[in-house]
Nanobody, 124 residues
């Protein structure tokens, strides 16, 4: 069992930066791929980024590629999402999730554990 708690969300102006975190409990967290998704009001949940258990592989959704960076510190059981050059369309609730799946899962149904989300609002 893995429990995930996101933090660090808030209000930021367009063009600004924000780093959000996801703290995990459970000894098996370090073996799992970890990912970030987001969901804006009235829209489907969208894949943002993911990182393999050993940090060797990172991959991103097209809308954030080149602006967001995912990282993790397994010693701290924490995953981070550094968001730069933020745009109003990045406004959403951001969710952390983990999966035991292989490959590079991008679909929400492929992830097993989820956090409660943290709100990120980008003002224009």
């Amino acid at each position: 069992q893995v429990q995930l708690v996101e933090s660090g969300g808030g209000l930021v102006q367009a063009g600004g930066s924000l780093r959000i975190s996801c703290a995990a409990s459970g000894r098996t967290f370090s073996r799992y791929t970890a990912g970030w998704f987001r969901q804006a009001p009235g829209k489907a949940r969208e894949f943002v980024a993911a990182i393999s258990w050993n940090t060797a592989v990172t991959y991103y959704g097209d809308s954030v590629k080149g602006r967001f960076t995912i990282s993790r510190d397994n010693a701290k059981n924490t995953v981070y999402l550094q968001m730069n050059s933020l745009k109003p369309e990045d406004t959403a609730v951001y969710y952390c999730a983990t999966t035991r799946g292989l490959g590079q899962p991008r679909q929400s149904y492929e992830y097993d554990y989820w956090g409660q989300g943290t709100q990120v609002t980008v003002s224009s």
